[in-house]
């Protein structure tokens, strides 16, 4: 497989440089055909509005689908963000976030059927059966659309981690909650990517994030384009191009795909010489068995903090916790010390950014 890393000079120039990258790759019609129906996978983690960089640019989006539309396929835009959700809610995420415009602006269409499917994985770490969006199965190839951010978890989120928005809200919840060893649920994370693979990856990493990510980091201008078939080389290629070790990434080091041999189609990553501040990561050590998982990170990780100022008191993060470890007070929601996992699915679905891990 091959890896494609360019610079451009802001969101104005992406398309050319997203054009230069499948090119190089082989051309668009070789990872899609023409006139198929075509679903993009962006990072849409909650409603917020692009300058921040949580969620994928709707003018990166808008350059894809414009590729796309060339060859007459019928694209189609999909994800599922963390937590409880409606048709209602998915239309504000849309809209905050800026990807409204890009459904008006050309042929694709937003995605607001919730429905869910399992896919079979006879072959997999951790499940033999994944629930996913049904959309997933009625489309002809998939193309995933990540953002180049940090995370407090697994350090790094990324090509293969974005297609986790795939399964359905809550349930993302719940596997926090039964595989609670940051192994294990980096392997579920695999299974799912390979459950439903995509055929082409293309990151925005023109505004990245770093530091507590992948919610209340700090957006960053790194002008990259990165772009492979290959979900698992394009994670390594951005982390080594922003100084983040592979052996810290659990997901890459879950895959054990960390000495790769990769080809690269125009620049390497030791020509971009960017250091993204990441934070530590992880849960409990891989021995620790995930019935112990909740006790033994009280040792490891602290609790998400509190800004009492920003919080509305919506209590969304109490229901996506995984564990009830959250209350709902008069000053908002209090964590539970022993009960919670430091998983941080509350501080990823906080809508007015009050919650924040360490």
């Given at each position: 497989?091959?890896?494609?890393?360019?610079?451009?000079?802001?969101?104005?120039?992406?398309?050319?440089?997203?054009?230069?990258?499948?090119?190089?790759?082989?051309?668009?019609?070789?990872?899609?055909?023409?006139?198929?129906?075509?679903?993009?996978?962006?990072?849409?983690?909650?409603?917020?509005?692009?300058?921040?960089?949580?969620?994928?640019?709707?003018?990166?989006?808008?350059?894809?689908?414009?590729?796309?539309?060339?060859?007459?396929?019928?694209?189609?835009i999909v994800d599922s963000p963390g937590g409880p959700s409606s048709k209602k809610m998915l239309h504000g995420f849309y809209r905050k976030s800026g990807w409204l415009e890009v459904e008006r602006e050309t042929g694709a269409t937003l995605c607001y059927d919730l429905s869910e499917t399992r896919v079979s994985?006879?072959?997999?770490?951790?499940?033999?059966?994944?629930?996913?969006?049904?959309?997933?199965?009625?489309?002809?190839?998939?193309?995933?659309?990540?953002?180049?951010?940090?995370?407090?978890?697994?350090?790094?989120?990324?090509?293969?981690?974005?297609?986790?928005?795939?399964?359905?809200?809550?349930?993302?919840?719940?596997?926090?909650?039964?595989?609670?060893?940051?192994?294990?649920?980096?392997?579920?994370?695999?299974?799912?990517?390979?459950?439903?693979?995509?055929?082409?990856?293309?990151?925005?990493?023109?505004?990245?994030?770093?530091?507590?990510?992948?919610?209340?980091?700090?957006?960053?201008?790194?002008?990259?384009?990165?772009?492979?078939?290959?979900?698992?080389?394009?994670?390594?290629?951005?982390?080594?191009?922003?100084?983040?070790?592979?052996?810290?990434?659990?997901?890459?080091?879950?895959?054990?795909?960390?000495?790769?041999?990769?080809?690269?189609?125009?620049?390497?990553?030791?020509?971009?010489?960017?250091?993204?501040?990441?934070?530590?990561?992880?849960?409990?050590?891989?021995?620790?068995?995930?019935?112990?998982?909740?006790?033994?990170?009280?040792?490891?990780?602290?609790?998400?903090?509190?800004?009492?100022?920003?919080?509305?008191?919506?209590?969304?993060?109490?229901?996506?916790?995984?564990?009830?470890?959250?209350?709902?007070?008069?000053?908002g929601p209090k964590v539970g010390w022993w009960r919670c996992i430091r998983c941080y699915c509350c501080v990823e679905v906080c809508p007015e950014d009050a919650l924040s891990s360490p």
């Amino acid at each position: 497989m091959s890896v494609y890393i360019g610079r451009c000079k802001g969101y104005d120039d992406s398309e050319r440089i997203i054009r230069e990258g499948i090119k190089s790759l082989g051309g668009i019609t070789h990872h899609t055909g023409k006139g198929q129906r075509v679903l993009l996978k962006p990072n849409l983690l909650k409603g917020a509005s692009p300058e921040k960089a949580v969620t994928t640019h709707p003018d990166f989006i808008r350059a894809v689908v414009n590729i796309l539309e060339d060859t007459g396929a019928e694209v189609i835009i999909v994800d599922s963000p963390g937590g409880p959700s409606s048709k209602k809610m998915l239309h504000g995420f849309y809209r905050k976030s800026g990807w409204l415009e890009v459904e008006r602006e050309t042929g694709a269409t937003l995605c607001y059927d919730l429905s869910e499917t399992r896919v079979s994985l006879p072959h997999g770490r951790v499940l033999k059966s994944v629930p996913v969006l049904s959309i997933t199965q009625e489309v002809d190839v998939i193309i995933n659309l990540p953002k180049l951010k940090t995370h407090g978890l697994t350090v790094f989120t990324g090509a293969v981690k974005n297609m986790y928005g795939v399964v359905p809200g809550l349930t993302k919840a719940a596997f926090h909650g039964k595989y609670r060893g940051i192994e294990r649920f980096s392997e579920v994370i695999l299974d799912i990517h390979d459950a439903v693979p995509p055929a082409l990856s293309v990151m925005d990493g023109i505004l990245a994030l770093e530091g507590a990510g992948p919610a209340n980091g700090t957006p960053v201008e790194l002008g990259l384009v990165l772009a492979s078939p290959d979900a698992y080389e394009l994670d390594i290629a951005a982390c080594l191009s922003c100084g983040i070790p592979l052996n810290r990434v659990t997901t890459i080091r879950a895959a054990g795909h960390g000495d790769r041999k990769i080809d690269y189609t125009h620049l390497h990553p030791s020509r971009i010489g960017y250091s993204l501040d990441h934070p530590r990561g992880g849960t409990t050590p891989w021995w620790v068995p995930d019935s112990l998982g909740g006790v033994m990170s009280n040792f490891y990780l602290k609790r998400p903090s509190l800004n009492v100022q920003a919080c509305t008191g919506c209590g969304r993060c109490g229901v996506m916790c995984p564990e009830d470890a959250i209350t709902m007070g008069k000053r908002g929601p209090k964590v539970g010390w022993w009960r919670c996992i430091r998983c941080y699915c509350c501080v990823e679905v906080c809508p007015e950014d009050a919650l924040s891990s360490p």
